[in-house]
């Protein structure tokens, strides 16, 4: 079935360092794709998506680009900061009802 | 205004207890979620309604039942709690079963079996 696959964490990061979150897909069909983030003890917020090949995503320096080649949407920013410390999830659209089916989810931790 | 409420934020229980938790979205949204995250932070889609209408039904023990009495609210009734439903049970919304829309997740609903 369809499925994501995304890096485990914890990631710990200085401020102001590049972030990579890699993800990688398994679908039928061209799913959408989606970034998710949920901070501590909060429900979870879309952080951007992309809904077809070569398309980038992006919100609060945050990028990804749907890339159909390598069956990936790998989460980047240039310079992260203590805010973002936090869960993310990458995830695809579910072909029945277009649910999302979520990655297991990456912990960030951003230390000053 | 929140635009997907879920009550109560925390519930804990004993076991063989039955439990309800309530969902609202004042969003206007056609398609109504619940899913369920566990201790390692996996979240897997349980149930999904559009326009009052069962459209996804995982696999989860019949002791879980939805309901949805308009399309605005998304009930999720548990009888017989076990302490394997300690869980952060998240109710979502979306404008409809289409391509590519965003869900809306509530802030979560903590339940914990004891």
């Known amino acids: 079935g369809d499925s994501v696959t995304q890096m485990e964490g914890p990631v710990t990061l200085s401020e102001e360092a590049f972030l990579t979150i890699n993800c990688t897909y398994t679908?039928?069909?061209?799913?959408?794709l989606f970034w998710y983030v949920q901070y501590p003890g909060e429900g979870l917020q879309l952080l951007l998506k992309a809904t077809k090949a070569d398309d980038k995503g992006s919100n609060k320096g945050f990028e990804a680009t749907y890339r159909k080649e390598t069956t990936s949407f790998h989460l980047e920013k240039g310079s992260v900061q203590v805010s973002d410390s936090a869960v993310y999830f990458c995830a695809l659209s579910y072909n029945s009802g277009y649910a999302l089916n979520f990655g297991k989810g990456t912990s960030l931790l951003v230390t000053p | 205004d929140t635009a997907v409420s879920q009550t109560p934020k925390y519930l804990v229980t004993q076991m063989g207890n039955d439990k309800s938790i309530k969902c609202e979205q004042n969003?206007?949204?056609?398609?109504m979620y619940w899913y369920k995250q566990d201790s390692k932070k996996f979240l897997k889609i349980m149930f999904s309604y559009n326009n009052k209408e069962l459209i996804i039904n995982e696999t989860v023990p019949n002791r879980f039942s939805p309901k949805s009495p308009d399309k605005a609210h998304l009930n999720l009734h548990i009888n017989s709690l076990e302490l394997g439903d300690s869980a952060v049970y998240f109710c979502?919304?979306?404008?409809?079963?289409?391509?590519?829309?965003?869900?809306?997740f509530g802030e979560g609903s903590w339940l914990t079996v004891v």
């Open positions: 969003l206007g949204h056609d398609t």
């Open positions: 979502a919304s979306s404008q409809d079963r289409g391509y590519g829309n965003t869900i809306y």
């Open positions: 679908a039928t069909g061209y799913p959408s």
